[in-house]
């Protein structure tokens, strides 16, 4: 057996000695096809569970759980077959989640992220807080360049909750180097519960706010998400 397991070994066959006594055997080409596409499947499902691990989201989230609703508003040019295609990373399409708090906004940047990993793709989730202290420490500890490393083969980058922590001049300018970075080389996915023309609030300096949206809506999908949070609708129907 462990000479088995060694030539798997060799062969880059993680899972080939623990499971091929368990594929039944017709006949010699049967079972060699048999084991070798299971080996195929776990493989694929382990790098897709790897894909998830590095991706660091909060919380789990599926599309096929999500509610699209009459009030989340797609631009003329996606529809939500279409998104859910994520034919948009392929493309370093951006997708702008706007609207106020508790309407799904993170819901669905979450399942798109986990879509994502199930069809292989690198993703990263951040809060936009803690990605711009990261981004502070890093470059205090001269680091900065090794953070920004973290993010090199990423397809997709998530960033929730822009707008709810305003940030100071240091980290304002270091999150615009890192979006300067991945102008139309990455996709991304940003929650916001304030319109554009608010985000000056974050930033503090007008003129890098406007390069900054200019850069992320360039080629950019916006969703638009109205109506009451789910999280207060669902409190007061408890205690109906």
């Avoid at 009459?70 to 295609?85: F, G, R, Y």
């Avoid at 993703?123 to 205090?140: P, Q």
């Amino acid at each position: 057996m462990n000479e088995l397991k060694e030539i798997c070994k060799s062969l880059r066959l993680a899972h080939t000695a623990d499971i091929y006594k368990d594929i039944p055997f017709e006949n010699p080409e049967q079972y060699l096809k048999s084991l070798l596409t299971k080996e195929l499947e776990l493989r694929e499902s382990a790098k897709i569970e790897r894909l998830i691990k590095k991706a660091q989201f909060l919380q789990k989230k599926s599309l096929s759980t999500f509610q699209w609703h009459d009030k989340i508003h797609l631009p003329s040019q996606i529809d939500v077959k279409e998104l859910e295609k994520l034919n948009f990373i392929q493309a370093k399409e951006n997708l702008i989640l706007t609207g106020s708090p508790g309407t799904g906004k993170t819901h669905l940047a979450t399942a798109v992220g986990y879509k994502a990993c199930e069809m292989g793709k690198e993703v990263r989730f951040y809060r936009v807080s803690d990605l711009v202290a990261n981004l502070e420490k890093a470059w205090k500890e001269d680091k900065l360049t090794l953070f920004k490393g973290k993010f090199r083969n990423a397809d997709l980058i998530v960033l929730d909750e822009m707008g709810y922590v305003p940030f100071n001049t240091e980290g304002a300018e270091l999150f615009f180097q890192l979006i300067s970075d991945w102008y139309e080389q990455k996709s991304l996915i940003i929650t916001s519960n304030l319109e554009f023309s608010q985000w000056n609030r974050i930033f503090g300096d007008s003129r890098l706010t406007a390069a900054l949206v200019d850069r992320v809506i360039h080629h950019a999908h916006i969703l638009n998400f109205t109506g009451d949070s789910f999280r207060i609708t669902h409190a007061l129907s408890r205690n109906n």
